[in-house]
């Protein structure tokens, strides 16, 4: 998320309907075994597809696997 959200820099993150993500939401989601926070780069019925900041695109994740969402990026 380098240039939205630096590493190691904090963040809150609140509760999130899956449903409700879209597009240019930064979302917690369960990716591989382990979870990461991501841009959602196009959102359809069941998926997300999610990459970074740069454009890079790591696939298709189901809504449900997104944990949560960001609410606040703090200042570093």
Known sequence: MRGRIEDGQRVTL?????????????????????????LVKEATG???????NLGRVNGWARRQDVVA????????
Not at 46 to 52: K, M, Q, S, T, Y
Not at 69 to 76: I, K, L, M, S, T
């Open 69 to 76: 969402r960001v609410v606040q990026v703090h200042p570093r």
């Open 46 to 52: 069941d998926r997300v597809l999610i990459g970074n």
């Open 14 to 38: 609140g509760p999130v309907d899956p449903a409700t993500v879209q597009a240019g939401d930064v979302v917690l989601v369960r990716w591989k075994g382990g979870v990461l926070l991501h």
